[in-house]
T-cell receptor, first 116, second 115 residues
Framework: DSGVTQTPKHLITATGQRVTLRCSPR?????VYWYQQSLDQGLQFLIQ???????AKGNILERFSAQQFPDLHSELNLSSLELGDSALYFC???????????????FGAGSRLTVL | AQKITQTQPGMFVQEKEAVTLDCTYD???????LFWYKQPSSGEMIFLIY??????QNATEGRYSLNFQKARKSANLVISASQLGDSAMYFC????????????FGPGTRLSVLP
């Protein structure tokens, strides 16, 4: 268990609908990253938050939005869903590894979204 | 331009043999980190090994080692004594300490270990 919690694990919905994916970082982690992994593809960076503020934005569609709340959990909202939005959505947090002396990305188990 | 390139979409290796997964990267940031992650068929992302740009020695972690050639901008993952459980997707990633500080991932290499 990485300590990064994502819900739901699986979600099936229809085109045109809206869904919300939730992520709770490890206790004490201030950062949240969202990534999208389409079938047999690499990870595409969507957006990063740090202590409630947006830090960086990647290839996130306008139909997608996210926020990080005061309790540091984050939500990724996907609207007007299309078939191509079917993917595994990962949340991750970055914390400094004292042994390595570097920030390491720790992933949640992912939320698998299927759009029919 | 691609920041992380993994030129091997798929690799096969015989059990107990060693295998090298290639990764090249592109950055002008003098300070960066390189990471390898494993993604088994179950889907989770597992951190394997890290190499900092200023590290003089190649990183090692159990059966994993990272062949870091800074001038060539390559960070190949070497898995020794392959096991069936090593069959998975492997992703190389980079984090630039000064430019964006995001983790950028390569397209991955699917490794299949043959009995």
């Amino acid at each position: 268990d990485s300590g990064v919690t994502q819900t739901p694990k699986h979600l099936i919905t229809a085109t045109g609908q809206r869904v919300t994916l939730r992520c709770s970082p490890r206790s004490g982690d201030l950062s949240v990253y969202w990534y999208q992994q389409s079938l047999d593809q690499g990870l595409q960076f969507l957006i990063q938050y740090y202590n409630g503020e947006e830090r960086a934005k990647g290839n996130i569609l306008e139909r997608f939005s996210a926020q990080q709340f005061p309790d540091l959990h984050s939500e990724l909202n996907l609207s007007s869903l299309e078939l191509g939005d079917s993917a595994l959505y990962f949340c991750a947090s970055s914390v400094r590894d004292r042994v390595l002396g570097a920030n390491v990305l720790t992933f949640g188990a992912g939320s698998r979204l299927t759009v029919l | 331009a691609q920041k992380i390139t993994q030129t091997q979409p798929g690799m096969f290796v015989q059990e107990k043999e060693a295998v090298t997964l290639d990764c090249t990267y592109d950055t002008s940031d003098p300070s960066y980190g390189l990471f390898w992650y494993k993604q088994p068929s179950s889907g989770e992302m597992i951190f394997l090994i890290y190499q900092g740009s200023y590290d003089q020695q190649n990183a090692t972690e159990g059966r994993y080692s990272l062949n870091f050639q800074k001038a060539r901008k390559s960070a190949n993952l070497v898995i020794s004594a392959s096991q069936l459980g090593d069959s998975a997707m492997y992703f190389c990633a980079m984090r630039e300490d000064n430019y964006g500080q995001n983790f950028v991932f390569g397209p991955g290499t699917r490794l299949s270990v043959l009995p």
